[in-house]
Structure formats: C-alpha cells, structure tokens
C-alpha cells in the first residue's frame, strides 16, 4: 500500500519539544512515526513492518485494527458518540452486565470512566466510602497512575515524580522469592513478606487502613509473580484488620495472564478490581467493579463526562465476545507458557539473561549488565536493536533491565517463534 505523505519522525521531535509537557516519554534513541495498524503489525512512515510484541502497553489483546472492533467502533461512531451519563444510553449497561458475568465471585456492579489511573482514583474513593478509613497500602515497585494519588501509591521510583505525594500512604515489599528482600529462601521461610503486611498495618498506620492496592502480577515494577500462597495470605491479614483487597488489573485484566483476571490463579477474589487498557480495544477506557455491598455505599451523584460512553461500551461489548469465542484466555495460557519456555532456553545458553518468568502472554526476561553497559544500557540496546530488526518489545521493572513481552493474544505460534529467533540474534551481538 503506498504511504501517503508524512512529517517524519524529526518533525514529531520538533514539535514534541516545541509543544508537549516535557515529561512525555518516549523510547528509542531513533524513533520511528508510526503511522498505522493490522493484526500483530505496526508500520512506520517509510512503510516498514514491525511485530508488536508490547501492544501498546498490554492494550491491543486482539491485535490492530481488528476488522470486526473496527466496525463496531466505526457504526456507533456514525450512530452516536456522546451524550454522558445524565442520559440513558444502551451500551454501558449491557457491558456492565456483560462485565459483571466475567468478574471473579460476586463482583457485579461498575463504574466507568477513561483511564486506569482514574479507575484507581475511583477505587481508592469507594473504599474510604465503604470502610470510613482512609490510609492505603500499597505494594513497592507497584504501578497504579499518574493522577496524584495514583502516583502516590506507585511505588516505582521512575514513576514518582511528585515532590509532595499524598499522605496516608505505606509501601510494602511486594513478595520477590528470587531475591527475597528478607533473605530467605522460598520453601523453607515464614512468609515474611506477608508478615511485613501486618507489622506495617501496626506500625505504620493508624491501625484501620481502608484497603490495600496490589498489582497481581507487577507490570511495570518488572513482571513478578508472586509465590502461590501471598494472595490467600494477605486475605487473611487484610480480612483481620478489615481492609478490603483492591486488585489493579488495568494491565493484568482480560486474558493477558492466561485467566480472565489475574487474580484468579490463585483463587482470591478482590472487593475491588480495576481495569481499563484491553477492554477498549485502543478506545480509552477506565472502570472499577465491586461488589452489590460495597457499591451501595457509593450513593451520591457520580459523573463521568465519557466514561462508558457509546463509543467505548460498544468497543468493551465486541472485544469480550471477540475474546470469549476465540477462546483468547487459554489461548494466552498455552502460547504464553511456550514462549516462557522458549526464553527459558535461551537463559540456559545466555548468560546476559539473569531470569525469565510471567504468566500467559505476560513474559518479562531479566538483563543483566555487560561492563561497560549497565544492565538497562543492554537492555536498551536490546530493544533498538529489535527495533532495527522490526520487532517492537517493552522494558520494565525498577532497574528498566525487564525486557518484557506482551503481544496481542491472537499471536501465531510461527510468529512467536520467529520473534524469539530475532531476539536470540540480537543477544548473540550483545554477548
Ligand atoms: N495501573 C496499572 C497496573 C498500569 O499498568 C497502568 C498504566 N500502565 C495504570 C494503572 C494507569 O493506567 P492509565 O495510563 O490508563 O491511566
């Protein structure tokens, strides 16, 4: 298809410097304009391909510019777009319910809006709604938003830029067996890191913390999985101060794990999840879902400009059937589990990887430095390096040495391969 006219990446930088709030980040030292989407691919203004293997951040689950999402977006556009929710529109709550049938437990009632930071926001007013407390846990190296108080419960230094975060806020160790912050060994410890949950519940609250925000998988803090027990663990101490569990699954949600949320690997349901990033496919979304209990403390006039609007609800509806009948979950669960194993390999003959681990299509592979690069200097280079060759990847966690792997859920098996393929090359010229 011929590329039609385009300013060209240094002209987005001029004009990026000239005219956006410095703090918007982008990657690579020569990046390319992207210009446009299908299925697993991404093409830049010269007209070369490359395999998405980030998604936008953990967004584009049925890949680009699905054709079918692509007309359900396009007939409501042409239908009607807005009208905000002091009008009564069709779509928000059929994928309300449509939600509340997919939801962990007995999670059935939501709130829409645009972000996940606002999602979390939102979360964060219900719980002190529901509870009448209003100090929060959080994990350290957890991302939750950059709003103000979505930034004060991140606990990534990266992403902390307010001098002044919200008060009222504790981190914790979020549980890491490789290198237990406490020193010990998984299999043979105490659970310390849930024990350091209730000894800063103790020490560093008032005693009544409304909730505590985790990421059930940590997306940004690097991909870390906790041990099985943590989450039936933590219950147990957040159901003995009363505090409910909040489940930021904004990058974990729909799929990308292997399970619908991620929380369900281990059997825990949360009082509150959030979620955005998949179920707009590429429309902003933001929502939070909580129990018939909980919401009825939520009763005052609550208002979204463009939450669940017209446009999105049609986008959430069609992405959940589209992943429900392709069978998208265990497929992510399958393929993931592959790829992990694949980059497993390639730990055993690197030794510039130092870990690979994940869930389902959620793959983060740890780098390690090669004197003189630091170890995010290689991960960098790692990731131009895929650039160059056209395969687009992310990079995480608190040393940005994560190189982490996120492709659309309906990713062949060949082109799986064919990627990791290109990723071994590019660690053969960095060794
Ligand atoms: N929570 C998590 C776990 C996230 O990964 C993100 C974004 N990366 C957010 C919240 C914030 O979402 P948004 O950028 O849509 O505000």
Same mark, same amino acid.
């Given at each position: 298809?011929?590329?039609?006219?385009?300013?060209?990446?240094?002209?987005?930088?001029?004009?990026?410097?000239?005219?956006?709030?410095?703090?918007?980040?982008?990657?690579?030292?020569?990046?390319?304009?992207?210009?446009?989407?299908?299925?697993?691919?991404?093409?830049?203004?010269?007209?070369?391909?490359?395999?998405?293997?980030?998604?936008?951040?953990?967004?584009?689950?049925?890949?680009?510019?699905?054709?079918?999402?692509?007309?359900?977006?396009?007939?409501?556009?042409?239908?009607?777009?807005?009208?905000?929710?002091?009008?009564?529109?069709?779509?928000?709550?059929?994928?309300?319910?449509?939600?509340?049938?997919?939801?962990?437990?007995?999670?059935?009632?939501?709130?829409?809006?645009?972000?996940?930071?606002?999602?979390?926001?939102?979360?964060?007013?219900?719980?002190?709604?529901?509870?009448?407390?209003?100090?929060?846990?959080?994990?350290?190296?957890?991302?939750?938003?950059?709003?103000?108080?979505?930034?004060?419960?991140?606990?990534?230094?990266?992403?902390?830029?307010?001098?002044?975060?919200?008060?009222?806020i504790t981190h914790v160790p979020p549980p890491y067996c490789r290198c237990c912050p406490f020193g010990r060994t998984y299999g043979s410890?105490?659970?310390?890191?849930?024990?350091?949950?209730?000894?800063?519940?103790?020490?560093?609250?008032?005693?009544?913390?409304?909730?505590?925000?985790?990421?059930?998988?940590?997306?940004?803090?690097?991909?870390?999985v906790p041990p099985p027990e943590y989450y039936p663990k933590l219950r147990e101490v957040l159901d003995k101060y009363k505090m409910l569990?909040?489940?930021?699954?904004?990058?974990?949600?729909?799929?990308?794990?292997?399970?619908?949320?991620?929380?369900?690997?281990?059997n825990v349901v949360p009082d509150i999840v959030t979620g955005g990033k998949a179920l707009g496919g590429g429309t902003p979304v933001g929502?939070?879902?909580?129990?018939?209990?909980?919401?009825?403390?939520?009763?005052?006039?609550?208002?979204?400009?463009? =939450?669940? !609007?017209? +446009? *999105?609800?049609?986008?959430? %509806?069609?992405?959940? $059937?589209?992943?429900?009948? @392709?069978?998208?979950? &265990?497929?992510?669960?399958?393929?993931?589990?592959?790829?992990?194993?694949?980059?497993?390999?390639?730990?055993?003959?690197?030794?510039?990887?130092?870990?690979?681990?994940?869930?389902?299509?959620?793959?983060?592979?740890?780098?390690?430095?090669?004197?003189?690069?630091?170890?995010?200097?290689?991960?960098?280079?790692?990731?131009?390096?895929?650039?160059?060759?056209?395969?687009?990847?992310?990079?995480?966690?608190? =040393?940005? !040495?994560? +190189? *982490?792997?996120?492709?659309? %859920?309906?990713?062949? $098996?060949?082109?799986?391969? @064919?990627?990791?393929? &290109?990723?071994?090359?590019?660690?053969?010229?960095?060794?």
């Open positions: 298809m011929p590329e039609r006219e385009f300013i060209g990446p240094e002209a987005i930088l001029a004009k990026k410097q000239r005219y956006l709030i410095p703090c918007a980040y982008h990657f690579y030292k020569d990046p390319p304009q992207i210009v446009r989407g299908q299925g697993i691919y991404l093409y830049d203004s010269t007209g070369k391909r490359y395999m998405d293997l980030y998604c936008g951040v953990s967004v584009h689950a049925l890949g680009h510019c699905h054709p079918e999402m692509t007309e359900a977006i396009c007939r409501q556009v042409r239908t009607l777009q807005h009208t905000t929710t002091i009008y009564l529109t069709e779509p928000i709550v059929n994928l309300a319910e449509r939600l509340a049938g997919v939801l962990p437990g007995k999670l059935c009632r939501t709130f829409f809006c645009c972000s996940g930071s606002e999602a979390n926001e939102g979360a964060a007013l219900l719980a002190t709604l529901y509870t009448g407390r209003n100090e929060f846990l959080a994990f350290q190296n957890g991302l939750h938003g950059r709003t103000k108080l979505g930034m004060s419960l991140t606990g990534l230094a990266f992403w902390r830029t307010d001098p002044h975060p919200v008060g009222g410890c105490r659970f310390e890191c849930v024990g350091a949950v209730e000894s800063a519940i103790l020490t560093a609250t008032s005693g009544k913390p409304a909730a505590m925000f985790v990421e059930p998988i940590q997306g940004n803090g690097g991909v870390m569990l909040i489940a930021d699954e904004v990058q974990t949600g729909f799929g990308r794990t292997g399970r619908m949320f991620a929380m369900e690997h281990w929502f939070f879902s909580t129990t018939d209990q909980i919401a009825a403390s939520y009763t005052r006039a609550g208002a979204s400009t463009f =939450g669940g !609007n017209p +446009v *999105t609800a049609q986008a959430g %509806l069609k992405f959940l $059937e589209i992943l429900q009948r @392709e069978s998208l979950v &265990a497929r992510s669960a399958a393929t993931g589990e592959r790829l992990k194993n694949r980059l497993k390999e390639l730990a055993g003959m690197y030794d510039i990887i130092s870990d690979v681990r994940g869930l389902g299509l959620m793959v983060g592979v740890e780098i390690i430095g090669r004197e003189p690069l630091s170890a995010a200097d290689c991960t960098d280079r790692i990731l131009e390096n895929m650039k160059d060759a056209g395969y687009l990847l992310g990079k995480t966690g608190p =040393g940005r !040495n994560v +190189v *982490t792997w996120m492709p659309p %859920l309906m990713i062949g $098996e060949e082109e799986l391969i @064919e990627a990791v393929e &290109a990723f071994e090359k590019v660690l053969r010229t960095i060794r």
